[in-house]
């Protein structure tokens, strides 16, 4: 699922333009910071698929959705989902008319992010905030360049999303299983060990986006074997939370088993991926100590 960030004073015109544009089904995620910023006033609210308002706790569930959460919940079946108001988003920003967030900017200049937002910082966040496409209104976006920023950024996968990829494979009939490996981040490995606060990974983005679709296809070939699917997160990633996927779809339990070892081992070994450690007393590249 390919993620988005909209704002400015004219954003749900400039969304209701782009949702004209994009080819899927799309999620409309709005934040307390759209209604104070007035993208969700007075004007007409543009019209996603789905829509996730996320103002005074989410009453369907009786206690407050995150944006990351609402986010989880689109990425199985949807192909976009697009975030007004969040100014802390690591993706890319299509800012339609005046962004407040121009206008507040903290001694590090980075954007100012209320205490409500920042659950949204759980999302790989950086002091770029993406890329930007801007138009003083609606009429004046460039839809073309902000549909090719949006595709061109790395895609929102949870293992659920990576499961119900491979279970609409064509040959999915012929599958008997679907076997799943998740990596996260370990907080310590021992009770007297520094508590990791979260993992950064960077990676040469063609070379390990092909590494990872080349082993896809080689373990494809394999007997028994329908599906593969391999996603590793960027940016940083908290102690606790996911950081690597492999789904494997198969006629039987042994090869989909066998499959998913074999797949995250070769990630590991030949994906070209940075990791640096944050712990509480210290910081350090995993790879200069190994």
Known sequence: MQVFAVGGANAEAGLDRLLAALDGRVGVVRTAAARRAGDGGTAALARGDTRYDLEDGWRAEGATLTVRGALERLAPDHEYAAVVGDPGLDAPRVVVGEDSRDHHAD????????????DSLDLHTDDAGGSDVRADD??????????????DAEPFETLDSLVAAVKRSASADRAGAIATF???????????????RYLEFEKFDDVADRTMRTIETDLEAREGVIDVRLHHRTGRVHAGEDIVFVVVLAGHRREAFRTVEDGIDRLKD???????????ADTYWVHERE
């Open 138 to 151: 609606a009429a004046g976006l460039d839809v073309q360049a902000a549909v090719a920023a949006i595709d």
């Open 270 to 280: 030949e994906v070209p991926l940075f990791k640096k450690e944050v712990t509480a």
């Open 182 to 196: 998740t990596g996260r981040v370990r907080e310590r490995d021992g009770p007297d060990d520094d508590r990791t």
């Open 107 to 118: 001694d590090a200049g980075g954007p100012d992010v209320r205490a409500e937002d920042a």
